[in-house]
Nanobody, 123 residues
Protein backbone atom coordinates (compact mmCIF):
# COMPACT_ATOMS: atom_id res chain seq x y z
CA UNK A 1 0.00 0.00 0.00
CA UNK A 2 1.13 3.54 -0.73
CA UNK A 3 0.12 6.50 1.36
CA UNK A 4 0.23 10.02 -0.02
CA UNK A 5 -0.01 12.89 2.45
CA UNK A 6 -0.80 16.39 1.25
CA UNK A 7 -2.12 19.73 2.46
CA UNK A 8 0.86 21.05 4.34
CA UNK A 9 2.11 24.59 3.99
CA UNK A 10 2.94 27.84 5.71
CA UNK A 11 0.32 29.39 8.00
CA UNK A 12 0.30 32.06 10.66
CA UNK A 13 -0.24 31.21 14.29
CA UNK A 14 -3.94 30.82 15.01
CA UNK A 15 -4.65 29.65 11.50
CA UNK A 16 -5.87 26.32 10.17
CA UNK A 17 -4.77 23.63 7.76
CA UNK A 18 -6.31 20.37 6.65
CA UNK A 19 -4.04 17.47 5.81
CA UNK A 20 -5.16 14.57 3.65
CA UNK A 21 -3.80 11.07 3.34
CA UNK A 22 -4.85 8.93 0.40
CA UNK A 23 -4.19 5.21 0.25
CA UNK A 24 -3.60 3.31 -2.96
CA UNK A 25 -2.43 -0.11 -3.99
CA UNK A 26 -4.34 -1.88 -1.28
CA UNK A 27 -7.37 -0.93 0.69
CA UNK A 28 -6.91 0.09 4.31
CA UNK A 29 -10.63 0.14 4.97
CA UNK A 30 -10.22 -2.44 7.75
CA UNK A 31 -7.21 -0.76 9.33
CA UNK A 32 -6.84 2.10 11.73
CA UNK A 33 -4.93 5.13 10.51
CA UNK A 34 -2.69 7.50 12.36
CA UNK A 35 -0.86 10.78 12.10
CA UNK A 36 2.59 11.44 13.51
CA UNK A 37 4.87 14.45 13.29
CA UNK A 38 8.56 15.10 13.57
CA UNK A 39 10.17 18.45 14.22
CA UNK A 40 13.85 19.06 13.46
CA UNK A 41 16.08 17.43 16.04
CA UNK A 42 13.16 15.75 17.79
CA UNK A 43 11.71 12.27 17.84
CA UNK A 44 8.62 11.40 15.86
CA UNK A 45 5.55 12.16 17.95
CA UNK A 46 2.05 10.66 17.93
CA UNK A 47 -0.60 13.15 16.86
CA UNK A 48 -3.87 11.29 16.27
CA UNK A 49 -5.41 7.98 15.28
CA UNK A 50 -8.77 6.80 14.03
CA UNK A 51 -10.23 3.30 14.08
CA UNK A 52 -11.16 1.37 10.96
CA UNK A 53 -14.78 2.49 11.12
CA UNK A 54 -14.14 6.03 12.33
CA UNK A 55 -15.91 5.38 15.61
CA UNK A 56 -12.87 5.78 17.85
CA UNK A 57 -10.30 8.54 17.82
CA UNK A 58 -7.31 9.31 19.98
CA UNK A 59 -5.12 12.40 20.22
CA UNK A 60 -1.79 13.40 21.59
CA UNK A 61 -2.01 15.70 24.59
CA UNK A 62 -0.48 18.66 22.78
CA UNK A 63 -3.16 18.71 20.07
CA UNK A 64 -6.30 17.75 21.96
CA UNK A 65 -9.11 20.22 21.38
CA UNK A 66 -7.37 21.72 18.35
CA UNK A 67 -6.95 18.85 15.88
CA UNK A 68 -9.60 16.51 14.51
CA UNK A 69 -8.96 13.28 12.64
CA UNK A 70 -11.59 11.83 10.33
CA UNK A 71 -11.94 9.43 7.44
CA UNK A 72 -14.34 9.34 4.54
CA UNK A 73 -17.01 6.65 4.38
CA UNK A 74 -15.17 4.84 1.62
CA UNK A 75 -12.27 4.85 4.12
CA UNK A 76 -9.62 5.43 1.48
CA UNK A 77 -8.74 8.94 2.64
CA UNK A 78 -7.99 10.19 6.12
CA UNK A 79 -7.95 13.82 7.15
CA UNK A 80 -6.37 15.85 9.91
CA UNK A 81 -8.06 19.18 10.52
CA UNK A 82 -5.68 21.42 12.42
CA UNK A 83 -7.06 24.57 14.04
CA UNK A 84 -5.54 27.19 16.33
CA UNK A 85 -2.11 26.29 15.06
CA UNK A 86 0.91 27.23 17.12
CA UNK A 87 4.56 27.66 16.12
CA UNK A 88 5.35 24.51 18.09
CA UNK A 89 3.14 22.57 15.66
CA UNK A 90 5.78 23.11 13.00
CA UNK A 91 6.94 19.70 11.80
CA UNK A 92 6.80 17.17 9.02
CA UNK A 93 3.50 15.32 9.35
CA UNK A 94 3.27 11.65 8.42
CA UNK A 95 0.23 9.49 7.93
CA UNK A 96 0.42 5.80 8.70
CA UNK A 97 -1.64 2.66 8.32
CA UNK A 98 -1.99 0.50 11.40
CA UNK A 99 -1.51 -3.22 11.66
CA UNK A 100 -4.97 -3.69 13.15
CA UNK A 101 -8.40 -2.13 13.26
CA UNK A 102 -7.61 0.08 16.24
CA UNK A 103 -4.47 2.19 16.14
CA UNK A 104 -2.15 2.91 19.02
CA UNK A 105 0.16 5.73 19.95
CA UNK A 106 3.34 3.82 19.21
CA UNK A 107 5.00 3.84 15.81
CA UNK A 108 5.36 0.07 16.10
CA UNK A 109 1.58 -0.25 15.70
CA UNK A 110 1.84 1.05 12.13
CA UNK A 111 3.19 -0.82 9.13
CA UNK A 112 2.62 1.60 6.24
CA UNK A 113 3.96 5.15 6.11
CA UNK A 114 3.49 8.09 3.81
CA UNK A 115 6.28 10.41 2.72
CA UNK A 116 5.35 13.31 4.98
CA UNK A 117 4.12 16.85 4.38
CA UNK A 118 5.70 19.96 5.88
CA UNK A 119 3.65 22.20 8.14
CA UNK A 120 5.21 25.50 9.15
CA UNK A 121 3.48 27.85 11.58
CA UNK A 122 4.87 31.36 11.84
CA UNK A 123 4.52 33.49 14.94
Amino acid sequence: VQLQASGGGLVQAGGSLRLSCAASGRTLSNNAMGWFRQAPGQEREFVASISWDGAFTNYGESVKGRFTVSREKAKTTVYLQMNSLKPEDTAVYYCAGARGSFGGTSQSSYTSWGQGTQVTVSS
